[in-house]
């Protein structure tokens, strides 16, 4: 267990070190325009997949990575970042999770949409 949890918080020590580079602005927030600026680099790209984040372009790995909202913070990339690594790595695994967050997004949606309804007495 020990070493487990060794090899956890050093590679939540290399996820964070790869977000701080990624951050150029320091805002906090890693935009779409400073990815696809830090994604240019064979070498990030490089490693990058050795730590198990790799996608077929940088557009869809920054969807997989951004919860929607245009920007990855820090814990959105860490977290997810996780979630990508392991055993369940194959490109169809991350389109799934993509696929996924669309369909949320929508139920999320419908849900309000009914509750409007609901509350105009239509439904």
Known sequence: QAA???????????????FTAADTSGDGKITRDEFDSFLNESRVRTYLEKLGLEADSPEELFKLLDDGNGAITQDDFLERAAKM???????????I??????VHG?????????ATLQKQNLC
């Open 4 to 18: 487990a949890d060794d090899a956890d918080k050093q590679m939540k020590r290399r996820l964070t070190k790869v």
């Open 97 to 102: 999770m993509y696929d996924l967050k669309g």
């Open 106 to 114: 929508t139920l999320k949606s419908m849900q309000q949409e009914l």
């Open 85 to 95: 690594k392991g055993a369940a790595k194959s490109q169809d695994m991350k389109s």
